[in-house]
């Protein structure tokens, strides 16, 4: 039995390119205080099928929560519930808190409409969740629009901060151009043990992630 198969849809620093409406899960969903103390659900996910199957699309949804004065509330409950109504909620379901709500997010799928916005901060263009839907019967729909050019945009990817969704992406690191293997001899032949099966090694001790290397 293999250890694993080789699967293009499974590697680092693949990134949705295009806006457009996405099948998607969401993978996390965090509660923080924004600086004007309002409640905030900052949505993670994560593309379901289609070419970008396996992309992220983080940093792109932050939903707060105001409830002064009474139009606000209005409008945060709508906002709310037209998140949970694409999730499939049913009517009547009570939320109890943002807490409970953050908790109960995680692995919902829905569609999501995303478009390019430019940043207040830095003029760049990143993705920004537009409205939200139920999951589209004809899987995914990217719409060719691209990242618009700006003077500092170089091969973005979906990662921010945290703190703060305005805040510039970490920059795609350059990659070599992949001219493929078009047997398994040649990709053998590229292998250093050329193919051969070779001792383990003795397991390293994994390296801790610099603080300054992470996206948030």
């Known amino acids: 039995m293999p250890l694993f198969t080789v699967d293009s849809n499974n590697v680092f620093g693949k990134y949705v390119e295009e806006a457009g409406t996405y099948n998607v899960i969401i993978t996390n969903a965090r509660l923080y205080t924004s600086n004007n103390s309002n409640k905030v659900i900052s949505i993670d996910y994560q593309v379901l099928d289609g070419k970008y199957t396996g992309c992220p699309i983080i940093y792109a949804d932050p939903l707060t929560w105001v409830d002064y004065p009474e139009e606000n509330l209005t409008m945060s409950i709508k906002r709310f519930n037209s998140l949970l109504v694409a999730c499939g909620v049913k009517d009547g379901v009570a939320i109890d808190s943002l807490e409970q709500l953050a908790s109960a997010l995680k ?5 999501i409409e995303v478009e390019w916005k430019e940043s207040s901060k830095d003029g760049k263009y990143y993705l920004r969740v537009l409205n939200h839907q139920k999951l589209l019967q004809d899987g995914s729909q990217p719409n060719g629009k691209t990242r618009p050019e700006s003077g500092q945009n170089s091969h973005q990817s979906n990662f921010g901060n945290s703190r703060n969704q305005s805040a510039g992406y970490r920059q795609q690191a350059p990659q070599a151009p992949n001219n493929g293997f078009n047997s398994q001899a ?7 043990t050329n193919g051969q099966p070779q001792r ?3 397991p390293q001790q994994p390296q801790q992630p610099n603080t300054d290397d992470l996206p948030f």
């Open 107 to 111: 692995g919902q799928k829905l569609a």
């Open 186 to 192: 040649n990709f053998d032949a590229a292998m250093p």
């Open 200 to 202: 383990p090694q003795q």
